[in-house]
Antibody, heavy 120, light 110 residues
Framework: EVQLVESGGGLVQPGRSLRLSCAASGFTFDDYAMHWVRQAPGKGLEWVSGISWNRGNIGYADSVKGRFTISRDNAKNSLYLQMNSLRAEDTALYYC?????????????WGQGALVTVSS | QSALTQPRSVSGSPGQSVTISCTGTSSDVGGYNYVSWYQQHPGKAPKLMIYDVSKRLSGVPDRFSGSKSGNTASLTISGLQAEDEADYYCCSYAGSYTGVFGTGTKVTVL
């Protein structure tokens, strides 16, 4: 059974940093691209970042480019999102999502999300 | 990376059909056949329903179907059922290893 479990969320002050992790199990992690998608309270979904199976391709939404860094450790079956210079508008539930291929295609499994609240 | 445009809400009676549009540009919906549709019930994670424009994920009822014409993709739910009441989001590949979601549509079963 595919499982994605996010961790690392919490309350953080504007301008500070936070690192999200996603522990994957139930599939061959290094065969698939992975993504982060967020949802602000009461709002819609926003694709944040994606990384290919071998880290050869990485992409970011304009809203986080230069502030967020996605990475993966295939030996640990883990996906990460380093979030720097956080802003109030980054407040959201952050989902880890598995792709159906090694490169960007679509998201077939999602975690339950990690809540990030940016507030002073 | 502007969000794809979806109607805010659609509604129908049980057994009726509803269609949700998803309008983008030639840089996303119109440029790639990587359009997918997600269903989200309140408090739950999104669930993939349709991918590659019109392919149904295994286990998804065949009353859900997808299509695309130019820069607009569509999701049709035929034979609407009570459990179909949820939020629906389209998503498209937008080039340079980026993606973009639609604004979301609330489907109400009357």
């Amino acid at each position: 059974e595919v499982q994605l479990v996010e961790s690392g969320g919490g309350l953080v002050q504007p301008g500070r940093s936070l690192r999200l992790s996603c522990a994957a199990s139930g599939f061959t992690f290094d065969d698939y691209a992975m993504h982060w998608v967020r949802q602000a309270p009461g709002k819609g979904l926003e694709w944040v970042s994606g990384i290919s199976w071998n880290r050869g391709n990485i992409g970011y939404a304009d809203s986080v480019k230069g502030r967020f860094t996605i990475s993966r450790d295939n030996a640990k079956n883990s996906l990460y999102l380093q979030m720097n210079s956080l802003r109030a508008e980054d407040t959201a539930l952050y989902y880890c999502a598995k792709d159906t291929y090694g490169e960007y295609r679509t998201f077939d499994y999602w975690g339950q999300g990690a809540l990030v609240t940016v507030s002073s | 990376q502007s969000a794809l445009t979806q109607p805010r809400s659609v509604s129908g009676s049980p057994g009726q059909s509803v269609t949700i549009s998803c309008t983008g540009t030639s840089s996303d919906v119109g440029g790639y056949n990587y359009v997918s549709w997600y269903q989200q019930h309140p408090g739950k994670a999104p669930k993939l329903m349709i991918y590659d424009v019109s392919k149904r994920l295994s286990g998804v009822p065949d009353r859900f179907s997808g299509s695309k014409s130019g820069n607009t993709a569509s999701l049709t739910i035929s034979g609407l059922q009570a459990e179909d009441e949820a939020d629906y989001y389209c998503c498209s590949y937008a080039g340079s290893y980026t993606g973009v979601f639609g604004t979301g549509t609330k489907v109400t079963v009357l």
